[in-house]
Structure formats: C-alpha cells, structure tokens
C-alpha cells in the first residue's frame, strides 16, 4: 500500500480536476490490477454511464485516454469528486445549477470497479481506421482565392454565401464584427455587432444574427439574438439575451399564432438547452424548454408527419449525442423520438439533408470530428456518413469515410451533373500524416460510391466553418472556408504551421467553382 499512497499523492499534485482521493485511488487500482472486478465493473458501467448516454464500450479510447483524461472529467458527473469552480467566472452558476452532485451516487469501491473496466479493457493503443486510405488527388474542380481582414488574426466565426446579393460574410471573433466582401473578394464593409457571429439568416427586410458570446468552452451566459439591417449595418435590436453559448437560430411560426417565434440550440457547456422562444403580441419572447441539456448544435425545420405544422429535426453534441426529431401538435407542443443514437466521444458537429441516393427522400449528411476536450489520439470512427432515409424518417448508415476531426459537410452538385457531391472540413486532421484532409472534395460517382480529392493549399488555414453556394452568380456552386488560428491544442500541430496561421492574412478562402461538367 505504500504504492499506492505514493502515487495518490502524486495524481494529487497532477490532477487540476479532480480533489477526490477515492477517485485517484480508483485509478491506481484499475491501472494495477485491471483484470480483477471488471465483469461487476462493467455491471456498474451499464447501470450508472448508461443512465445518462448510449453506453461507451472501452475500446472507443485507448487507456491512458481513459485514465488521465475522460474518467477524470466523469468523476464529478457522479460525485465522487469535486469540480473546482473557485475562481470561475460562471463558478456560481455551476454550483446553483445541481449538474455536479453534493454527493456521490455510487460508493468509492463502486467507481475503482467502473475506473478498472475501463482501464484493464481499453486497448493499450487508439485502435486504427480500418481501409484507411491516403488522399493524395488534387481536385481541378476550383481555383483558389484569399480574403484578408486587414490587421486581423484569423478568428473566422460563420462563413456564409449570399447569392442574391453576390456577396460572401464573414463572423469574425478578434473584433466582434461581420465582414462582407464582394464576389470578386474586395472588402466592402465591416460592421460592429459586439460579439462573434456563428450564424445568420434572414428577418423580413433585417437579418437575424447569433452572437455565440464566448467562442471557447463557458457557462457564462452572454450569448445573443440580434437584428441588425439587410446589409449588416444599421441599428442593433437585442432580441433574446442571456443565452449559453448559442450557435444556431432558426426563425419560424412554431404555435400557430402567425408570429414567427426563434428556434435557438444553447451548445452551452455543462449547461445549455434547446429551446424555442415564442414571439408574444408585444413583440417580446417567452423561452420554451425542449431540452434541458448542452450540446444542442444544429437543427432542420421539415414537416416529417405531413400534418401542415413545422417539426424540428435536432443534432445532440456533448454527453447525450443522437439525432432527434421534436414532433409538433400545431400548437408549439413537441413530442420528441430518438432517430439516431451515439456514443458520448462520437464528436457530433453538424449535418445537412439532401437526397443522394436519388430516391426522392432526404438522406442526413453528418459530420463526427471533434476532438477538442482533451489531448487523445485519433478517433477511427470520426469522419462522414451518410445515413439513408427510408421515406419515413427512419435512418440507416449506408456510407462512411474516415476523416479525422471532420467539422463540417456541405452536400451540392459541384459538377452539375445531376447527383450530389460532397465537401468537408476538418478542425483536428492528422497534420503529420494526412494534412490533405484538412479539405476534402467528394466526386459522387453513383451508387453511394465517391471519389475524395484536396485542394492545393488545403492546411492555409484551420478551417472551423464552410458554406456553399453561387457566389459570382455564373451557375455553379463555389466554397467559402473559414480559417480560425486559435483552437483547443488537442492534437500535434506543427509551430510552423500555427504561426503561419496567425499571421499570412487568410481569413477565409474563396474556392471558385471552374465549372463545366467532369
């Protein structure tokens, strides 16, 4: 046992999370004897980690993964350990809010035997994609084009295509501003919004923008809905404020009422919530609970049941990760069904609905690459899916390239023949081996079958959102890539690399569509 005292008092000193020292024995004893109590370990794993999310086999990490990093974060989840939140702007918050328990829901021996599972399981190396394939083909489909914010590092927020005005947008979190640059990439204007834009969309003859608040990881809830003019300037009208870290708005008439009310997913961190805001007569808003939890990172309004009312289509990030449909009575009451379910270190981002098996139904276009919580190697089940839909909103996965850190996809046809193409991001690829994925082009050659190529240039940047669309109005669908030089330093970045980020000018780049068919 002098062992063991020793290095509890090491995980002690270590550890900037944890202050139990049940847990760090837990830990010890899984790492020393990880083949004893795993059977009654996993018992307790699907009984207490089950409770909350799908249930996370051990061979999702590698183990040093589990011990130094994820089992530390859960620990406070379940009480056995405390979260210091002394000296946190949102410390307060977090204490009122009862997410960490006053008390543990499981012994201290209950935890070593869950902590053992895990640690004795888990393969000792993250386990490899399987038929992993090198992108090495460089797309002729674009030419590629520079917009520069002057005397701006790279913070690149929300991207987005106006094709009505020929215009390209850009969020940018450094100045708290959207930028709007013209179709041959001159900047036209900049407007102060006083947050970082991650979203936009139309407001009758104003725009609807969402101010996140704080980019990085926070429950200080300084998130807003504002409205601001057309073309981005004007007076600024605060809608909803007080909001956890909002990253997606949706403008809609939920209730039936005539008023278009806001459909807001609150990514929060440990607190969040899905929620739609019914527009009241005096043209204020009243919030509705939909689902009490973070995470929330992007929707789809589509009428699934054909009843005449907006249902709600709903990505779940963080712990409980799934595809959710909120069914709507027409009188903004919801029931909600699982579509999908994953587990928690999945790494949802985002998703579109396209049809790209030609069956007339809407398939879902996901993306799984985050990877920013902790340090942890390579994930093999990060990357694209398409999930096929049966014409009843049941979905199947028919498709699947690996891609490591994969944060967005966009599904258009960007060889106008007729099918759907692919383009990804990625926020955390694998800089020494397969920096090409850093953008990916996906040729869809028929039959859910594609060819994947980069572009010259693919890691300029380090690319947290894209948007697609006919930027110069001459019929062909363009790329915008938007470059954010401060990320979590979750995985090996080259220094070169990283400086070069902060400092070559590439805010985002215009990938211009040659057009033409293949």
Known sequence: MNRVAAEVTRLGHESRLLTSSATAIGLLLAATFSAVGQDRGEALARQHCAACHLFPEPDLLDRATWQNHTLRRMAPMLGVARMRTEGRPDGR????????????????????????????RAPVEALPSSERKPITAVSDRFTVEV????????????????????????????????????????LLRRSNLGGAPVHCIPDGDRLLVTLIGSVFPSDVPAGKLVRVGADGTGQLQVLVEGLERP????????????????????????????????????????????????????????????????????????????????????????????????????????????????????????ANGDNGEYPSPFKRYHGVRIFANDGRYRFTERWFHPLHGA??????????????????????????????????????????KFEARTIEGATRGRWLTMDAGDADGDGDVDVVLGSFSQGPPAIEIPAALQNAWRTNGVNALLLRNRGGKP
């Open 93 to 120: 918050r977090l204490e009122e809010s009862g997410v960490f328990p006053s008390a543990p829901v499981l012994s201290a021996e209950d935890w070593t035997a869950i902590t053992a599972y895990y640690v004795g």
């Open 147 to 186: 917009l520069t914010l002057p005397s701006s590092v790279p913070l690149t927020t929300w991207v987005k295509i106006d094709e009505a005005r020929r215009e390209l947008w850009l969020g940018d979190a450094g100045s708290g501003s959207l930028a709007v640059f013209g179709d041959r990439g001159a």
């Open 247 to 366: 990253v997606q708005c949706l403008s809609e008439d939920l209730n039936g009422d005539g008023r278009r009310d806001l459909l807001v997913c609150g990514f929060g961190n440990y607190l969040g919530r899905l929620a739609w805001h019914e527009q009241r007569v005096d043209g204020g808003y009243t919030a509705h609970e939909l689902m009490p939890k973070p995470g929330a990172v992007h929707a789809e309004i589509r009428d699934v049941d054909h009843d005449g009312d907006p249902d709600l289509i709903v990505l779940m990030a963080q712990g409980r990760e799934g595809v959710f449909l909120y069914e709507n009575n027409g009188k903004g009451e919801f029931q909600v069904r699982t579509l999908l379910e994953f587990h928690p270190a999945f790494g949802s981002v985002g998703f579109e609905l396209a049809d790209m098996n030609g069956d007339g139904h809407e398939d879902l276009v996901l």
């Open 407 to 448: 944060f967005k996809v966009v599904a258009r046809d960007f060889d106008g023949d007729g099918d759907r193409d692919l383009a990804a991001i990625s926020f955390f690829p694998d800089y020494a081996r397969a920096a090409s994925e850093a953008f990916v082009h996906f040729e869809n050659l028929g039959g859910l």
